[in-house]
């Protein structure tokens, strides 16, 4: 068995408690040496052996760290990464990577200059949900791919006071938190979109950020339309894909993260597994037939994320998310800023 790689978590916030934490704490090629907490100790029930620490100089100091999680609010990614990196250690960092294309590119030479892993946090890769599109796409049952739109539709009319997530400026707000998953996914399955058009505004009585979004990506014969409301109380079709012969619809949404929230570990062989009310649904023509189908959801499984760390830092192996494909998200995400001020069409 390889050497475990130690670990620092740099904050225990809604994602080292629901995410990073659970993840690691289930994954015996790692140990989480210490946790970053400013002033509680909320990280002692599930880390009993892990050292809490005050500040960051103190995470970069100890030398037995090899892997920090930097998990902080967005715009203390790119200098908190930064000074990861020049202290040499391998990053994993929540999305977005950065708040802008430059300092992520800065970074990504940084790593590679230093020899260091360092890649971004995109679990929604490994939604059920999103696993079985990609299976879905690859088959291509509907014929030529005309229309892909994708949901995430919540229901919150609440502000809630005093988090970093309702203050700030276009850069706060669903677009880079929410956002930055659902445009990763298009990416995942098409590339670089040709155009991008977007339309941001807030829809909650009393809210300062964004909580809105309708995002259209134009590709060579096709579109993605990727939308987000705060005030959706009767969803729409998580997934929607339209082609020449035929439609696949799924509703619900991969149900990982409110196991984590309830606080289950994510462990054991039926992790992630759907049932099977919420599997998608196909219809199409084939040799001048009328098919419809049920599509068994693949389960949904966040743990590969880490066992592909490991392997990538203790066997070179490739990583699964890439820093520069991040840079092309973030690229679009700032396509999608521009887009939103102008209101115009913006040519990538």
């Known amino acids: ?30 140990r989480v040496k210490l ?33 920090v999680v930097i998990n902080t609010p967005d715009k203390f990614h790119y200098p908190m990464v930064k000074q990861a990196l020049e202290a040499g250690k391998h990053v994993v960092v929540e999305k977005p990577a950065t708040l802008r294309s430059a300092e992520l590119e800065e970074l990504i030479e940084l790593a590679k200059s230093k020899n260091l892993v360092f890649t971004i946090f995109q679990n929604r890769r490994w939604d059920g949900d ?19 739109e994708a ?83 009767d969803p729409s079709p998580r997934y929607m894909i339209n082609g020449e012969y035929g439609t696949f619809k799924k509703w619900g949404i991969d149900g990982q993260e409110e196991l984590l929230k309830a606080g289950n570990l994510p462990a054991g062989d039926d992790w992630g597994k759907e049932e099977s009310d919420w599997w998608g649904t196909q219809v199409y023509t084939e040799n001048e037939e009328h098919v419809e189908e049920l599509v068994e959801t693949i389960p949904g499984d966040y743990r590969i994320f880490y066992d592909n760390v490991f392997e990538a830092i203790r066997n070179n192996k490739e990583l699964l998310v890439k820093p520069q494909e991040a840079l092309e998200v973030l690229k679009i995400l700032e396509a999608c800023l521009l887009s939103n001020r102008g209101r115009q069409t913006v040519i990538l």
């Open 1 to 30: 068995m390889k050497k475990q790689i130690a670990v620092a978590l740099a904050s225990f916030g809604m994602s080292g408690q629901v995410f990073h934490g659970p993840l690691l704490k289930v994954n015996k090629n790692f």
């Open 35 to 67: 946790v970053l907490e400013r002033s509680k100790t909320l990280s002692q029930e599930l880390f009993p052996d892990a050292k809490i620490v005050r500040t960051f100089d103190a995470v970069l100091a100890d030398t037995e760290v090899e892997l």
């Open 130 to 148: 999103f696993r079985t599109v990609q299976k879905v796409i690859k088959e291509a049952r509907f014929g030529r791919l005309v229309e892909f």
């Open 151 to 233: 949901h995430y539709d919540r229901y919150r009319t609440e502000i809630t006071p005093d988090t970093w997530k309702e203050e700030g400026d276009e850069y706060g707000g669903v677009l880079y938190n929410l956002g930055s998953h659902m445009i990763d996914q298009a990416y995942v399955l098409f590339g670089r979109p040709q155009t991008v058009t977007a339309h941001l505004k807030t829809v909650r009585t009393g809210g300062k950020v964004s909580d809105y979004y309708d995002i259209r990506l134009d590709y060579e014969g096709f579109s993605a339309l990727l939308k987000c409301s705060y005030l959706i109380m």
